[in-house]
């Protein structure tokens, strides 16, 4: 089987949709899959193979993004042979969904999206002048029409699934969370990340690890923290990740005084540094609203890191009881207790942390992309797809 999967996104732009792609495409290999990508080029990118880079543009109040040039997109979508493929994927909802839409529909491919991004939460963060009301109608009616055009959707959780239903979407959802790969298991050097940054082997740590953005809510984190230093007087948060947000977020620390026990780590390489950042927290400390799905949870429990987070949209599906976890509100106070609880109890961290590695192996991303393989292999024995296209 050979599948044409097509972005928007993807590395060196570290994210969700980035990561859920090259683990899907790792794991399909193994099912002798064949996968082609179409994504957008990077200064300084890495080659990869099956990888067809397009000329692409900057995309405005976001640099760390870019747009395909729609017309050599096109240009490079119709020198693809159709008949080399099984099926379309894609996985983002911009210049790459309509191409993607348009090439199995001119190809008479079955076609299936993933709809990883909770956009509706999204809008006023880089929309400022657009009313939420008016964003939020934007959104949904943009998704319907958009999960229309393909024959079947991806949803990384349950939670997903429900907000997509109740847009009013028809097409038929499955839900498939994208897994941890098997390297995501290595046991993280905790020693080594505080000693190439320079934090003491004792001091208290908690930790954010993921896309430095306003829709992440780290903004809360910060406030939480200054609560969780009136408790633990020595602990220390780390914020590992770039992103549009990391001026605002060292102007907040600076203004609530906290310069001197937070800690920007930037961006960590996902192989090496990240796992050691992770293994050397104490807590791993997240609020986001918007995650589909949220794979830093997975990583952190992975190794064995106690996590104090809300739990929305697609984090309840992680969250669960026996997750190693501690679920709190999104409420300064009771956060801050949970976290500061978490730092003393070093038998509580103990009991989590044996938790959560159990919990992380259910979530092994060769099983999810067997079932990745079946619904594939569901699409393209489907006897109407191509009369239908032709």
């Not at 020198?79 to 191409?99: C, E, K, N, Q």
């Not at 950042?277 to 830093?296: H, I, K, W």
Request: one cysteine or more; charged letters at 20%.
């Amino acid at each position: 089987m050979r599948v044409l999967f097509i972005s928007d996104v993807y590395f060196p732009r570290v994210n969700g949709v980035s990561t859920s792609i090259r683990t899907f495409r790792s794991d399909l290999a193994a099912l002798q899959v064949q996968t082609l990508l179409v994504a957008p080029a990077y200064a300084g990118q890495a080659p990869e193979p099956d990888v067809l880079r397009i000329p692409s543009g900057g995309v405005p109040a976001d640099p760390e993004d870019r747009r395909m040039q729609l017309g050599a997109l096109r240009r490079a979508l119709a020198r693809l042979p159709a008949a080399g493929f099984d099926l379309v994927h894609i996985h983002t909802p911009f210049v790459a969904h309509y191409a993607g839409v348009r090439f199995a529909r001119r190809a008479g491919l079955p076609c299936v999206e993933t709809y990883h991004t909770f956009f509706e939460e999204y809008l006023h963060h880089y929309l400022p002048a657009c009313p939420r009301p008016l964003g939020r109608w934007l959104a949904r009616a943009l998704t319907r029409a958009q999960c229309g055009a393909v024959q079947a959707l991806i949803a990384p959780s349950e939670p997903m699934r429900t907000v997509l239903l109740g847009y009013g979407v028809r097409t038929p959802i499955h839900v498939l969370p994208t897994g941890l790969p098997a390297d995501r298991f290595r046991a993280g050097d905790g020693a080594a990340f505080r000693a190439r940054a320079g934090i003491p082997a004792q001091r208290p740590l908690v930790t954010y690890v993921g896309r430095v953005a306003h829709e992440k809510n780290i903004g809360f984190l910060v406030r939480m923290f200054a609560q969780v230093r009136a408790r633990v007087p020595d602990a220390l948060l780390v914020i590992a990740g770039e992103g549009p947000a990391r001026e605002a977020l060292r102007a907040q620390v600076a203004r609530l005084g906290l310069a001197e026990c937070v800690h920007f780590a930037g961006y960590l390489a996902r192989d090496s540094a990240l796992l050691d950042c992770y293994a050397a927290a104490d807590v791993f400390a997240f609020a986001s609203r918007t995650e589909t799905q949220g794979l830093v949870l997975l990583e952190a429990l992975a190794q064995g890191t106690p996590v104090v987070s809300t739990a929305e949209l697609g984090t309840r599906s992680i969250l669960t009881p026996d997750s190693g976890a501690l679920v709190v509100p999104e409420e300064e106070t009771a956060f801050a207790a949970a976290v500061a609880r978490v730092l003393s109890d070093a038998a509580l961290r103990q009991e989590l942390a044996t938790r959560a590695r159990a919990h992380a192996r259910r979530w092994s991303s060769a099983r999810m992309a067997l079932q990745l393989h079946a619904l594939y292999a569901q699409l393209t024995a489907a006897p109407h797809t191509r009369r239908r296209a032709a």
